[in-house]
């Protein structure tokens, strides 16, 4: 396993660093070309070699430049042929999404992550990028009424895990609970807080935007969450969305909505203590959603199409 690697690094070196053709290496390393080939497919397939490339036009673009400026993040975006459904654009802007995190991401990282739709989609788009003492760290609650959630939020965490080669810590609670004063019981309990000093610690965070009225379902309003009148009374105190299960307003205001009490997801001031974090939205109908997230400051990275750009800046008068 060690010559293999040896042989992968030699071979990966010399053609990524020095620039040498696959026929001077096999000649240098006495391989067929074939077998040089192979070597370079599996160290990118390994994570030994990342090859990135620069997203300038979107991410520099005025519309890009105005949100950067207006809240203070970095946008990364990708432009979307204007014939693309609503399906093509979210894979699009996950693949974006994917590439981004996977070079983000380090070594010793307390990577923290928000499950949802978003996240799903982009969990397949990720590189392989053995990372070394590394964690992935559920960051909101995620059992309902019908059931524990884990299934689905655990193949989420589970596919981010084995992309890093890193330990997964679920979080073990509901989304919302009943009622505020078991939530307040529940995080003095020894395994809540231990995942609750871990998100008090990350280094990283990825999350999507959860939007009540989105074309492209959120999962918390979809899978059984919350009932139709918990709905209902949300979309008449004008709230339009969340960010990690946690509800907001357009104006990002988030602290007076009574079902918060509640919550189990990261507020924006315990998000904003992360040095980095990866907010995604690709879908023009969360525009009010990811506008609130921005004004309540959760994001420093904003990874977004065009259309759905557009729509946030002309919400927000830009």
């Known amino acids: ?13 010399m053609h990524y660093v020095q620039g040498e053709t696959m026929e001077a290496i096999a000649r240098a390393m006495g391989l067929s070309r074939s077998s040089v080939s192979r070597l370079l497919k599996e160290a990118r397939d390994t994570g030994l070699v990342r090859i990135t490339i ?12 105005a949100l950067a400026e207006a809240f203070g ?38 990577i923290g992550v928000a499950w949802g739709v978003t996240i799903a989609h982009i ?39 084995h992309a890093f080669d890193s330990n997964v810590v679920l979080f073990p609670v509901p989304a919302f ?7 307040e019981a529940m995080w003095r309990e020894r395994s809540v807080q231990n995942v609750v000093r871990l998100r008090e610690k990350l280094d990283i965070a990825l999350f999507g935007v959860g939007s009540l009225h989105g074309r492209v379902a959120s999962h918390v309003y979809s899978a059984g969450y ?18 990690c299960t946690v509800l907001l307003r357009e104006d990002g205001s988030y602290a007076d909505i009574p079902y918060n009490r509640r919550a189990t997801g990261m ?15 690709g879908d023009p109908s969360r525009a009010a959603a990811a506008l609130g997230a921005l004004r309540a400051g959760v994001a420093t990275d904003l990874v977004i199409d065009e259309g759905t750009a557009r729509a946030i800046a002309d919400r927000a008068q830009l």
């Open 1 to 13: 396993m060690n010559d293999r690697y040896q042989e992968m690094y030699q071979a990966a070196s």
């Open 54 to 65: 620069a997203d300038r036009v979107g991410s520099q673009s005025p519309l890009a430049t």
């Open 73 to 110: 993040v970095k946008v990364h975006m990708v432009a979307i042929r204007d014939n693309a459904n609503d399906s093509q654009r979210f894979d699009q802007v996950a693949k974006l999404a994917g590439r981004l995190f996977t070079d983000a991401v380090d070594d010793h990282q307390l």
């Open 123 to 161: 969990s397949h788009h990720l590189g392989h990028r053995p990372l070394v003492a590394s964690s992935v760290v559920q960051i909101n609650g995620g059992a309902n009424s019908r059931t524990s959630g884990f299934p689905y939020i655990g193949e989420t965490l589970q596919t981010i895990g």
């Open 177 to 183: 609970f009943d009622y505020a004063a078991t939530r």
């Open 226 to 243: 919350l009932a139709r009148t918990d709905l209902d009374k949300l979309d008449a105190d004008g709230v339009v969305g969340d960010i």
């Open 267 to 281: 507020t924006p001031p315990e998000l904003a203590v992360v040095p980095r974090r990866f907010c995604v939205v």
